[in-house]
């Protein structure tokens, strides 16, 4: 596709439950992030990927919080146990190698935990 | 550690006025900033970066951006703002891991 798509775009969990959000980055851009944010609040820094390189985790908030991406493809975000604090707005983004700061986001999940 | 402040949460101004959102980093470096907008309903998009030479930077939409080393400072200005404008101005410094993100400007345009 010509953008960043997440899926799902709202997902409304119990308490306890588990999720795995989505991302499928533009196609040919090595570094993909998580961003999360809160009602009112900025963007909080969760995850960046960068083709094969280990991937920068130092902005989970807890391992409840995990992350995988393929090669330089789609990548998932799972929250276990979900509490009612992890509702957000999920953000993915991606940029092409060498252009630092210049992200493309996708529209986001939107996050509700009852 | 790296830091963003934007001092304004919310701004008014009318249509036609110009348009001023500051914005002060903390940074160990040299640093790249960058201004975001996030529109209701759409995803965020860059309107401009800064990495280096001219501290006056052009944009989209009409918007500019000002380095200043000095004050630690990289304030958005838009000479004369339209309704479309209406939205939430983000403020953002880093580097290749990433960037941090004020809380960000929500930005009224009154008719």
């Known amino acids: 596709g010509a953008g960043v798509s997440q899926s799902p775009s709202n997902k409304v969990t119990e308490k306890g439950k588990d999720v795995e959000l989505r991302c499928d980055p533009i196609?040919?851009?090595?570094?993909l992030y998580w961003y999360r944010q809160r009602l009112g609040q900025g963007l909080e820094f969760l995850i960046y990927f960068q083709g094969n390189s280990a991937p920068d985790k130092s902005g989970l908030p807890s391992d409840r919080f995990s992350a995988e991406r393929t090669g330089e493809s789609v990548s998932t975000l799972t929250i276990q146990r979900t509490q009612q604090e992890d509702s957000a707005v999920y953000l993915c983004a991606s940029s092409l190698r060498g252009r630092a700061g210049e992200l493309f986001f996708g529209e986001g999940s939107r996050l509700t935990v009852l | 550690a790296q830091s963003v402040t934007q001092p304004d949460i919310h701004i008014t101004v009318s249509e036609g006025a110009s348009l001023e959102l500051r914005c002060n980093y903390s940074?160990?470096?040299?640093?790249?900033l960058f201004w975001y907008v996030q529109s209701p309903g759409q995803g965020l998009q860059l309107l401009l970066k800064?990495?280096?030479?001219?501290?006056l930077v052009q944009g989209i939409k009409g918007f500019e951006a000002e380095f200043k080393r000095s004050q630690s400072s990289f304030n958005l200005r838009k000479p004369s703002v339209h309704w479309s404008d209406a939205a939430e101005y983000f403020c953002?410094?880093?580097?290749?891991?990433?960037?941090?993100f004020g809380k960000g400007t929500h930005l009224i345009i009154q008719p």
């Open positions: 953002a410094v880093g580097s290749l891991g990433g960037l941090t």
């Open positions: 940074y160990g470096a040299t640093p790249y």
């Open positions: 800064y990495f280096s030479g001219d501290t």
């Open positions: 196609s040919g851009h090595t570094a």
